[in-house]
């Protein structure tokens, strides 16, 4: 827990606006699964994400991989774990319409800004692992989702034939 506690810290120390993604985020919906590791997506320039890894170190964290460096705008992913290795932190950069609107609408049922059940669902279609489809099972029977928003996110990510297979059950 005081790895969690100090990674809330620094994502506020660094300003950054984020929401949790990933397994956490779901459990934060539904009944929960283990998860080894904490995934977010943050809405930061270079000079902001910068300053979110300065914050990550002061409370602990090292820099442990990075996806996508080379790119003009900017990594797609930084990993991070915790010293006491207690947490392995995966952020992402938010670079499309989607992951910035994901950011905007999380909600804070805890003690995280987490993204909302329907931008789960968008999430959980596009990676649509095995892993993805059991997350996809217990967010897809939560009452009153706006299924307007997801089928028009599907629709953008190419995704509507995975979505209509997850709501007729297949």
Do not use: C
């Not at 009944?31 to 000079?47: H, L």
Request: glycine letters at 8%; a negative charge.
């Amino acid at each position: 827990m005081s790895s969690l506690a100090s990674l809330q810290k620094a994502l506020q120390s660094a300003g950054v606006s984020y929401a949790v993604i990933g397994a956490h985020a779901v459990n934060a919906w539904v009944e929960p699964r283990f998860t080894g590791d904490f995934d977010i997506t943050v809405q930061a320039d270079p000079d902001a994400l910068e300053r979110l890894e300065e914050e990550l170190a002061k409370e602990g964290y090292t820099r442990a991989g990075v996806e996508g460096q080379q790119l003009a705008s900017g990594p797609d992913f930084v990993r991070f774990t915790s010293d006491d290795l207690a947490i392995s932190l995966e952020v992402q950069l938010a670079k499309t319409e989607f992951q910035l609107e994901a950011i905007n609408r999380a909600r804070r049922p805890g003690e995280f800004q987490v993204a909302t059940p329907e931008d789960l669902v968008v999430m959980k279609l596009i990676a649509y692992r095995p892993k993805d489809r059991a997350d996809l099972a217990g967010l897809v029977a939560l009452p009153d989702l706006d299924w307007h928003y997801v089928e028009r996110w599907a629709g953008a990510w190419d995704v509507s034939d995975r979505l209509a297979a997850v709501r007729s059950g297949g």
